[in-house]
């Protein structure tokens, strides 16, 4: 079976944690892509866009749209964080958003393996604007409002 390629985003700490941060709050993103069902890092990208337009708590158009460049060009299609702000309006019409709830890195490959149909398949409906996947131990699709 002939798997398809996709490109991740993890939003972590210098410490390649997951943290309890925004998505565009983080301190940088891991690049990995997916591909015969594992995953391998591609790279480390800086998130030198986290402090712009710190006078707007909940949402930031010049920041957004700093991230959206960042990921568009290394060629993310998914991103993955434990939180996600008001910039998740914009950003899902280009990425799925993907909210996890377990910090473990391991355990989120382990389930996002096991739960990749859904995003391939959101992937190929190619929505104007994708749906948020919450993922614990299974995945739940919903809009963004």
């Given at each position: 079976?002939?798997?398809?390629?996709?490109?991740?985003?993890?939003?972590?700490?210098?410490?390649?944690?997951?943290?309890?941060?925004?998505?565009?709050?983080?301190?940088?993103?891991?690049?990995?892509?997916?591909?015969?069902?594992?995953?391998?890092?591609?790279?480390?990208?800086?998130?030198?866009?986290?402090?712009?337009?710190?006078?707007?708590?909940?949402?930031?158009?010049?920041?957004?749209?700093?991230?959206?460049?960042?990921?568009?060009?290394?060629?993310?299609?998914?991103?993955?964080?434990?939180?996600?702000?008001?910039?998740?309006?914009?950003?899902?019409?280009?990425?799925?958003?993907?909210?996890?709830?377990?910090?473990?890195?391991?355990?989120?490959?382990?389930?996002?393996?096991k739960n990749m149909?859904?995003?391939?398949?959101?992937?190929?409906?190619?929505?104007?604007?994708?749906?948020?996947?919450?993922?614990?131990?299974?995945?739940?699709?919903?809009?963004?409002?």
């Amino acid at each position: 079976m002939n798997h398809p390629k996709i490109i991740f985003a993890f939003a972590v700490s210098d410490s390649n944690k997951f943290e309890a941060k925004h998505f565009g709050d983080v301190d940088k993103y891991l690049i990995y892509e997916y591909c015969n069902e594992s995953f391998n890092l591609l790279s480390h990208q800086t998130n030198t866009s986290k402090d712009l337009d710190e006078k707007q708590l909940n949402e930031s158009i010049e920041k957004g749209n700093s991230i959206v460049k960042l990921l568009t060009d290394h060629k993310v299609q998914v991103l993955v964080s434990l939180q996600f702000g008001q910039n998740i309006k914009m950003i899902n019409k280009h990425f799925i958003p993907v909210a996890i709830h377990d910090p473990n890195t391991e355990e989120i490959f382990k389930i996002l393996l096991k739960n990749m149909k859904w995003i391939i398949d959101e992937l190929e409906i190619n929505p104007p604007e994708f749906r948020l996947f919450s993922i614990n131990t299974g995945v739940l699709k919903s809009s963004i409002k």
